[in-house]
């Protein structure tokens, strides 16, 4: 059964970084584009970042491009989003979730808890 958890959120000052984790259990994370999502309260979610499945190219939403960088571990079938210069605005729940191709409309699977990501002084 196809599986993602979220991890590495916390709290941070404006300015700071965090790594947040997707690791994946029941399939191989390579096989499918990996994107992070990220809901803030009151809002929709909304794509982040992407990894594609084929050949690694990756996309960012303006809102965290030059900050934000998304990786693949093949060997740990994880995926990262290194956050860097955060935002009071990066504050929201991130997500990730497997999908056909980056940008599609459905994800494989249903979204998991999230992790909580909070920038405040």
Known sequence: QLQLVESGGG???????????CAASGFTLNSAAIGWFRQAPGKAREGVSCISSSDGSTYYADSVKGRF??????????V???MNSLKPE????YY?????????????GSWGQGTQVTVSS
């Open 11 to 21: 709290l941070v000052q404006p300015g700071g970084s965090l790594r947040l984790s």
């Open 69 to 78: 960088t998304i990786s693949r571990d093949n060997t740990k079938n994880t």
């Open 80 to 82: 990262y989003l290194s």
């Open 90 to 93: 990066d504050t929201a729940v």
């Open 96 to 108: 990730c979730a497997a999908q056909r191709f980056c940008g599609a409309s459905l994800i494989f």
